[in-house]
């Protein structure tokens, strides 16, 4: 347990679909992160929350919309995605002044 | 920018063997650098790091070195056991850089009996 919470645990969803995937840390972070790790690639660094402000999205498809509420709360909201967005998706949190990053264990996307 | 170079796996190695994964870096600032490891069906966990230069970060038996003169930071191991096979990677975080994490692609370590 890292204190770092992502749900859910899997999703299958249909290219028209929309869903969201949610990130929670009781860490006292204050920045978080979204990666995506796909098979074979490196892993890629989507959005990055900085005292909750988006500060990167490393151009990043716009059916992929981030949400940051509040310095614990992280969501990924997902809308008309391709199958080739399937890939486990990660979220992070860190104190910024000190870069250590602490994962969720993911959430393991399946467009079909 | 800010980039991490590392070797490409999958490294396969039997159990006692020597292990060294190499990592370079690229950064503009001071950055701090990490090792993470991800094993089978989890989340990544921090394995180790090192915040300025000729620092050693270990644990569990890894060790990794802050040189700055080589730009690297390579990840080694003495006596890996099968329990060591996962993925590796190497990540820096830079504080006049927003502290953003970037990651290298990752090294697949696969350990034999």
């Known amino acids: 347990e890292t204190g770092v919470t992502q749900t859910p645990r899997h999703l299958v969803m249909g290219m028209t679909n929309k869903k969201s995937l949610k990130c929670e840390q009781h860490?006292?972070?204050?920045?978080m992160y979204w990666y995506k790790q796909s098979a074979k690639k490196p892993l890629e660094l989507m959005f990055v929350?900085?005292?909750?402000?988006?500060?990167e999205n490393n151009s990043v498809p716009s059916r992929f919309s981030p949400e940051c509420p509040n310095s614990s709360h992280l969501f990924l909201h997902l809308h008309t995605l391709q199958p080739e967005d399937s890939a486990l998706y990660l979220c992070?949190?860190?104190?910024?002044?000190?870069?250590?990053?602490?994962f969720g264990q993911g959430t393991r996307l399946t467009v079909v | 920018g800010n980039s991490v170079t590392q070797m490409e796996g999958p490294v396969t190695l039997s159990e006692e063997a020597f292990l060294t994964i190499n990592c370079t870096y690229t950064?503009?600032?001071?950055?701090?650098l990490f090792w993470y490891v991800q094993y089978p069906g989890e989340g990544l966990q921090l394995l180790l790091k090192?915040?300025?230069?000729?620092d050693k970060g270990s644990n569990k038996g890894f060790e990794a070195t802050y040189r700055k003169e080589t730009t690297s930071f390579h990840l080694e191991k003495g006596s890996v056991q099968v329990s060591d096979s996962a993925v590796y990677f190497c990540?820096?975080?830079?504080?006049?850089?927003?502290?953003?994490?970037?990651f290298g692609k990752g090294t697949r370590l696969h350990i034999l009996p």
């Open positions: 929350y900085s005292l909750e402000e988006r500060v």
């Open positions: 990540a820096l975080s830079d504080r006049n850089r927003d502290d953003k994490i970037i």
């Open positions: 950064a503009t600032g001071y950055p701090s």
């Open positions: 090192a915040t300025k230069a000729d």
């Open positions: 860490l006292g972070h204050n920045a």
């Open positions: 992070a949190s860190s104190q910024t002044d000190r870069g250590k990053a602490f």
